[in-house]
């Protein structure tokens, strides 16, 4: 075995990934209720006591709601750098001083088999950041609550041979919905979500010829179908001559458990 995920869920009500080698398991963000994760790990077949720990991307609810229970229900180290730590203290309740662990910005950890790297993201929190596993010459990216792409997150995430991206929403259903104009804003702005089209758009700079798979993630449910994000990402990789299989993530039910070879 070499590297196998789950996104075991996905999208603005919650938020979850698994990661595992032949030596670590990891879970980063724990965004639904404690009951879900489990239900969400048993669908996986996954014992959530087995984890080597908890990484954290950033405070909003859809990462962290169920960090706490989980944490302390299976004691589990969680890692997370100094300012999210700041910020979601009060959310997740009372963590043990040996259960709490620093991974900072731009950084690359090592756990047994395992190296984690962990990237700096334009979004509305204390200090988002998300994270590339790599053992055995494999490499997965997982990318999503980003306002925009930049060049040195392409460089942290190239060439990888699966990427979880954010396909967040669709500019004019966006645009036409509901929201209120101060939250559009927000969204379409530098530290909001990334669209359908600039997804496409980042993903044809980045993938290469080892890329597999593609899962579209954290689309919106009021302003994004999964069939629509497949369809207009498709479309930008396909003008630039890029034939790959793009796979939907859920936010209530698990990818199966995909094995990078």
């Known amino acids: 075995m070499t590297l196998r995920f789950s996104v075991l869920a996905s999208g603005s009500t919650g938020n979850a990934f698994y990661i595992e080698s032949e030596q670590e398991k990891f879970l980063v963000d724990a965004g639904l209720s404690g009951k879900q994760m489990d239900k969400l790990f048993a669908e996986v077949h996954v014992d959530p006591s087995q984890l080597t720990g908890i990484l954290v991307t950033h405070e909003h609810s859809d990462h962290i709601k169920g960090l706490g229970i989980i944490a302390r229900k ?3 180290p969680i890692y997370a750098n100094e300012k999210t730590w700041k910020a979601m203290e009060k959310s997740i309740g009372k963590i043990s001083l040996d259960q709490k662990f620093l991974f900072g910005m731009e950084e690359v950890k090592t756990f047994g088999d395992l190296d984690i790297e962990s990237f700096g993201v334009s979004h509305d929190a204390a200090e988002p950041m998300f994270y590339t596993f790599r053992h055995d010459g494999k490499k997965v990216a997982l990318v999503t609550d980003l306002g925009y792409v930049s060049e040195r997150i392409k460089k942290t995430v190239e060439d990888a041979d699966a990427y979880i991206f954010e396909s967040n929403h669709d500019v004019s259903m966006l645009r036409m919905g509901r929201y209120p104009w101060n939250v559009k804003r ?10 359908n089209e600039d997804c496409g758009i980042a993903l044809a700079d980045i993938i ?21 994000a497949r369809m207009s990402v498709d479309n930008v990789l396909q003008e630039r001559g890029i034939k790959l299989d793009l796979f939907d993530t859920d936010p209530k039910a698990p990818t199966a458990l995909y094995e990078v070879v």
Not at 186 to 195: A, E, F, M, Q
Not at 209 to 226: C, E, F, G, V
């Open 208 to 228: 290469s010829n080892r890329t597999k798979r593609i899962y579209l993630a954290h689309l919106s449910l009021d302003n994004n179908m999964k069939d629509l």
């Open 186 to 195: 927000r969204i379409l702005g530098d530290s909001g979500h990334v669209s």
């Open 74 to 76: 299976y004691n589990l």
